[in-house]
């Protein structure tokens, strides 16, 4: 299976899109793939690097085609540990969605 490309294509399910942290540094997005692949069809991996420099910035996602692969991998591969490091695996949520609504405002209260 080929992984990567001009950028991440994701599934039509937002839960299955997932979001991995901790990647290792020596990885591409076909280490990252063939890691998830055993879980399901995967639409996509890409590891993100520094646009300049190439190097790895230590994420990557992996989309899958359905969202019952995607909660496999994430009970399989969250708190995995590859080259000394945990992967945190989880689902990836929109730009803007969800959280609790408390962060951070410029001007007190």
């Keep these: 299976a080929g992984f990567g490309g001009p950028g991440p294509a994701r599934s039509p399910h937002a839960d299955a899109n997932l979001f991995v942290f901790n990647v290792p540094n020596s990885w591409g997005d ?8 055993s879980f399901g069809p995967i639409v996509s991996a890409t590891v993100f690097k520094d646009k300049i420099t190439g190097v790895p910035k230590g994420y990557g996602f992996v989309s899958y085609d359905n969202p019952a692969s995607a909660q496999s991998a994430i009970a399989s591969m969250n708190g995995f540990m590859v080259e000394g490091k945990r992967l945190k695996v989880e689902i990836k949520r929109p730009r803007g969605a969800g959280g609790s609504g408390i962060g951070f405002s410029p001007y007190g209260k």
């Design 30 to 37: 076909a280490d990252l793939g063939n890691s998830f692949a």
